[in-house]
């Protein structure tokens, strides 16, 4: 069974337009996260999400809006799309302890815009 | 900015050796955790030591941290094939990891 998916896999886009990334978690965990991954494998944290409500964002453009409807989901919404966002997202989910603890990884989106 | 700096960067041994990889981190931490990544695919959690902790074992992996000079080892024994990924330390606090560069490791058969 898969404990955190993410859909879709692959997205290529043109540029300016908008786009959504899905990710579900059956762990039953109250913490959810989106990640970025760039060409050189730098991976930096985008936003949390604690019991639905947002608990970091990491100074990530607004065109960028997660939505969590349930602890279950967070979902991203990315207007305006720029060959800058060109990366590898990564959902991830936590039990939710404040200091940090072991996150379960989704495969990753690769959006590539053009 | 990254937290953390990983080295070497990438690491090429023959099966059956033994591979570490070194991470230096700047801010206080609560824990330092280790991931590894398959090409293409997500990160996996290897194992974690909290700040109070030395050394910690699990397997093949052996993880210490030193937090007077903010840095952490990951070594793995006897490595084989499978163990071709890219590896990363992340610092956790606060709801949110922090990640190093990371460490490709290239095993050789």
Avoid at chain 1, 2 to 17: D, E, I, R
Avoid at chain 1, 89 to 97: D, E, I, N, P, V
Wanted: charged share 20%.
């Amino acid at each position: 069974d898969t404990a955190v998916s993410q859909t879709p896999k692959y997205l290529v886009t043109q540029m300016g337009n908008d786009k959504s990334i899905k990710c579900e978690q059956n762990l039953g965990h109250d913490t959810m996260y989106w990640y970025k991954q760039d060409s050189k494998k730098f991976l930096k944290i985008m936003f949390s999400y604690n019991n639905k409500e947002l608990i970091i964002n990491e100074t990530v453009p607004n065109r960028f809006s997660p939505k969590s409807p349930d602890k279950a989901h967070l979902n991203l919404h990315i207007n305006s799309l720029e060959l800058g966002d060109s990366a590898v997202y990564f959902c991830a989910s936590s039990l939710g302890l404040a200091e940090g603890g072991e996150q379960f990884f989704g495969p990753g989106t690769r959006l590539t815009v053009l | 900015s990254q937290q953390g700096e990983e080295d070497p960067q990438a690491l090429s041994i023959q099966e059956g050796e033994n591979a570490t990889m070194n991470c230096s981190y700047k801010t206080s931490i609560n824990n330092l955790q280790w991931y590894r990544q398959n090409s293409g695919r997500g990160l996996v959690h290897l194992i974690l030591i909290r700040s109070n902790e030395r050394e910690k074992h699990s397997g093949r992996l052996r993880v210490t941290l030193d937090t007077s000079k903010k840095s952490s080892s990951l070594l793995i024994t006897a490595s084989r094939a499978a163990d071709t990924a890219s590896y990363f330390c992340a610092t956790g606090s606060s709801y949110k990891l922090i990640f190093g560069s990371g460490t490709r490791l290239l095993v050789r058969p």
